[in-house]
């Protein structure tokens, strides 16, 4: 699962609520969840704020634990 869902769906936030205190329209937060559309800065920062997250934990690739 997108991050940005898991996280927007663990904080009990529709894709219509974060779309409106966002600023985007609901088909925008669609594709950042399908992996569509990249953010940006200002809007990745607005998300994160939203979800009460960062923008690294929320768009930033997992990070391979068994490669260290």
Same mark, same amino acid.
């Given at each position: 699962?997108? *991050?940005? !869902?898991?996280?927007?769906?663990?904080?009990?936030?529709?894709?219509?609520?974060?779309?409106?205190?966002?600023?985007?329209?609901?088909?925008?937060?669609? %594709?950042?969840?399908?992996?569509?559309? *990249?953010?940006?800065?200002?809007?990745? %920062?607005?998300?994160? *704020?939203?979800? !009460?997250?960062?923008?690294?934990?929320? %768009?930033?690739?997992? !990070?391979?634990?068994?490669?260290?």
């Amino acid at each position: 699962m997108n *991050k940005l !869902k898991e996280i927007r769906m663990k904080n009990n936030i529709s894709q219509e609520l974060l779309a409106c205190k966002v600023g985007v329209t609901v088909r925008y937060i669609a %594709f950042l969840e399908s992996g569509d559309r *990249k953010p940006s800065i200002d809007v990745a %920062f607005k998300i994160a *704020k939203v979800l !009460k997250s960062t923008v690294d934990d929320i %768009f930033l690739p997992r !990070k391979c634990t068994k490669c260290s």
